[in-house]
């Protein structure tokens, strides 16, 4: 029988992080840890707030999960039955499933992806860094200190009222840098993004690596619309559940950022990430605000990826365990 644990983990930012839809200076994830036979493993969650999901609330269906029997999943496809049957949130989902999986490779002395039949990582991983939404004249004072000039991506989190602003401010900062540009759902329909976009595509030394949801996941006819109208690739976020039509999805969009935290674990992530190219459209791994410990997850399938967007450890201020290393944009796991 299998011994889980779960532990909060308490995590000042280095910064205010915010987004179109909320903001915060410290998060609390979720360490979950599995041992049995001399193997342990361990898995994190990110409560995901857009799904309702809270410290509290995943500490609560965890007890509950080890008192229906969590402990007595003794294989990969018996744990995903149980979970299938018990429905934890996203989040808690895969701290539990990739800390099974961490231990059942450690066991089989097996690197995390050879064990879960994907191609190994590259040696570094290029990451892109975020920029969350703030007033132009903060930008450069953060770009400083948070030496942003070393990373070959950005992502600038903007909002629909301070879009053209914050841009105009990250281009002339670093023109002709690649960006990712992060709506989380920010307008509300097409008409009102095309209004934006007009402005924010004239701006000196915009270059658009991509725009990342910027509708609601409601607005799937609008997204229909403006596929092929902007001059950058689209890609989906929050328009990607477990219920997907991936046809769909094509019609809409141009590439989709798969997040494990919201796919509830690996086998769900693979999966979504290769109906993704089975489709044609362009993979992105993203992250929530995350220890280096889901970091590190997500660095075990990012040989599927065409853009990582993973620098969510970077945003603690003290990150506790250490596993990934970035210098210069580039991410390697400590372990190699």
Request: one cysteine or more; charged letters at 20%.
């Amino acid at each position: 029988m299998l011994t889980w644990t779960l532990t909060p983990l308490h995590l000042p930012l280095r910064y205010t992080w915010k987004i179109s839809r909320n903001a915060s200076t410290f998060k609390t994830n979720l360490l979950v840890q599995v041992a049995g036979d001399g193997h342990e493993g361990r898995g994190e969650a990110a409560p995901n707030v857009r799904y309702g999901e809270t410290p509290e609330a995943l500490t609560a269906e965890f007890e509950q999960l080890c008192t229906a029997g969590l402990g007595q999943c003794e294989t990969l496809p018996e744990l995903t039955a149980f979970l299938n049957t018990h429905t934890p949130a996203h989040a808690l989902r895969f701290a539990l499933e990739s800390a099974f999986v961490h231990r059942a490779a450690a066991r089989a002395g097996q690197r995390v992806g050879e064990w879960l039949g994907v191609a190994s990582p590259a040696g570094s991983v290029p990451t892109a860094a975020s920029i969350p939404i703030m007033e132009p004249g903060e930008v450069a004072t953060f770009a400083q200190e948070q030496q942003l000039g070393r990373f070959p991506l950005l992502k600038v989190k903007v909002n629909r009222d301070g879009a053209v602003v914050l841009l105009r401010e990250v281009t002339r900062l670093f023109p002709g840098r690649p960006l990712i540009i992060d709506g989380n759902e920010a307008w509300a329909d097409a008409d009102s993004l095309r209004q934006s976009w007009e402005q924010i595509r004239q701006l000196p030394g915009l270059h658009v690596r991509l725009l990342e949801q910027p509708l609601p996941a409601t607005c799937s006819a609008d997204y229909r619309a403006l596929k092929g109208t902007l001059g950058c690739p689209v890609f989906a976020d929050e328009s990607v559940t477990d219920e997907a039509d991936f046809a769909d999805i094509a019609r809409q969009f141009d590439g989709v950022n798969m997040k494990l935290m919201k796919a509830g674990g690996y086998l769900n992530g693979l999966r979504i990430l290769r109906e993704t190219r089975a489709h044609g459209l362009q993979t992105m791994l993203g992250c929530m605000v995350e220890t280096s410990l889901g970091i590190w997850s997500a660095l075990q399938i990012s040989s599927l990826a065409d853009v990582c967007d993973l620098d969510g450890f970077l945003i603690l201020r003290d990150e506790p365990f250490g596993l990934v290393r970035e210098q210069e944009g580039m991410l390697r796991n400590t372990e190699e």
